[in-house]
């Protein structure tokens, strides 16, 4: 396909101190440097999102405190759990046309700004009704995921975005593990200084005040795109007018799209799933098998500290089977990673000793959040254009099956959580065979090729014009697009 003779002018980034394509985005990914805007936009997209995640998950592993000091019941603990992810729901939504309009960088600062409070706000609680309440708007801060997946497909080309994504998204969620270690760590140390229903309050001080730093950080050394302009060569006050007037059409063709909705689900019954899991898990080992509370923070630790590698590992592979099978290959590693994670989570209900139901877990979480990792190296080839409310409408769905989860199977008084586990397992299994119904007609799906003759030699290594497929027709915008 010979492109299009409007907005060809390719410009020049000397500046560049990695490979770029014609866009200035990143070529390869080094995770361990900080020579290129590229790397230092990675370094800052994690480490605000770890931050974030850090907050949302720094209450449940002092729920058994907090439940004592404020004689909370199962069933307010569960609806405080599904508030935390409802909150996000809408967040997520938002952050995604924000983000297309004013940029990852600014979008992700303001929010870690506006939700600092509401961490710090835990130590003011004295009811039922305020922790549910403070749960609900510290899960807003996980819409930050929203502008660190943006801002990677900004700065990364597409036979490396996917890994970009996974090691960004993989590395931040470690932050969910190493709240669950450090925060009873944390209250049992403050508690030799202070009293216990003390203690537990001045505890949440920390996670309020990271996430305040990491957003001053992301503002002081952070970029929205590889030249440190959110748009490049058109004149400012134009620019502001065609956002405003392609407001409407950027939200109608993202929400438009089947494909966003599929992966929504998919990332529901695998996000979603961490995420109902990185609030039980805990309690889980703690009632189950007796364990104490330092114990069984350290094992739900270990399941959300996996993100560490496991989710990079699922990019990475996304990345290598479009290199090698295109399309195909992408979908049908999500498929494959995705349905196991789903039978492991079926096992894991059923396994009845300590080290028998660690070991599971530990396998478990690999495939899970692999399966996130594979998603959303997915989610950069539906749209350009609608980047921003494709990735919101995915992010989104992770926290609406977290909800969805948590109220069917993990709410109530009388709840049997091996059972429930088991079902967790069913519906991600279930809910995997929808990526049978993704299809790209430029690239094919799981069963099917290219419907048109535009497929390419070798797909996986080229890069065409921004194309927006409307009634077959192709309109080059003068960016570019990966192409598996």
């Not at 400012?236 to 405003?244: A, P």
């Not at 069917?408 to 809910?431: C, E, H, P, Y």
Request: with cysteine; aromatic share 12%.
């Amino acid at each position: 396909m010979e492109p299009s003779q409007r907005n060809t002018e390719t410009p020049s980034f000397e500046y560049a101190t990695v490979p770029v394509d014609s866009s200035g985005r990143a070529t390869v990914f080094r995770p361990f440097s900080l020579s290129s805007p590229h790397s230092r936009a990675f370094h800052l997209a994690w480490l605000s999102l770890f931050s974030c995640f850090f907050s949302t998950f720094s209450i449940p592993p002092l729920i058994p405190v907090i439940s004592s000091d404020l004689r909370l019941s199962a069933s307010a603990v569960s609806a405080a759990g599904t508030a935390s992810f409802a909150g996000s729901i809408f967040s997520r939504l938002a952050m995604g046309p924000l983000c297309d309009l004013i940029g990852p960088r600014t979008s992700s600062a303001i929010l870690s700004f506006l939700t600092a409070p509401a961490i710090l706000s835990t130590a003011f609680v004295s009811s039922p009704t305020s922790f549910v309440l403070v749960r609900f708007f510290v899960g807003f801060s996980l819409a930050n995921f929203v502008a660190n997946q943006y801002w990677m497909s900004s700065m990364f080309s597409g036979n490396v975005v996917g890994l970009a994504n996974g090691v960004s998204a993989g590395w931040a969620n470690v932050g969910a593990g190493l709240s669950q270690l450090l925060m009873p760590i944390l209250y049992t140390t403050i508690a030799e200084f202070l009293p216990r229903d003390v203690s537990w309050r001045v505890s949440f001080v920390f996670p309020a005040v990271f996430q305040v730093i990491t957003a001053v950080l992301v503002l002081l050394y952070g970029q929205d795109t590889p030249d440190g302009k959110r748009k490049a060569y058109k004149d400012r006050t134009q620019l502001e007018e065609e956002e405003r007037s392609s407001f409407v059409r950027i939200l109608l063709d993202g929400l438009g799209d089947y494909r966003a909705w599929i992966l929504a689900l998919l990332y529901g019954y695998s996000f979603g799933v961490e995420l109902t899991t990185d609030n039980m898990i805990a309690g889980y080992f703690y009632e189950r098998f007796g364990v104490n509370l330092e114990a069984a923070g350290t094992i739900a630790a270990s399941f959300a500290i996996s993100n560490v590698a496991s989710r990079p590992a699922g990019g990475m592979v996304s990345d290598l089977l479009g290199k090698r099978f295109g399309m195909r290959g992408r979908l049908w590693g999500l498929w494959i990673v995705q349905s196991v994670a789903g039978l492991l989570c079926l096992l894991l209900g059923r396994v009845n000793s300590l080290w028998g139901s660690i070991a599971v877990m530990w396998v478990f979480s690999i495939f899970v959040q692999a399966a996130s990792g594979l998603i959303f190296g997915v989610v950069p080839f539906v749209s350009t254009r609608s980047l921003g409310v494709v990735a919101g409408m995915t992010g989104s769905g992770g926290t609406v099956g977290a909800v969805v989860t948590q109220v069917l199977l993990f709410s109530g008084d009388n709840v049997r959580k091996q059972r429930s586990i088991s079902l967790m397992g069913l519906m991600t299994f279930v809910a995997s065979l929808s990526v049978t119904l993704i299809y790209f007609p430029r690239w094919g799906g799981i069963f099917c090729g290219p419907s048109s003759s535009s497929e390419c030699d070798d797909c996986s290594q080229r890069l065409l014009g921004d194309e927006e497929e409307d009634d077959d027709k192709v309109v080059i915008s003068g960016r570019l697009r990966p192409v598996c």
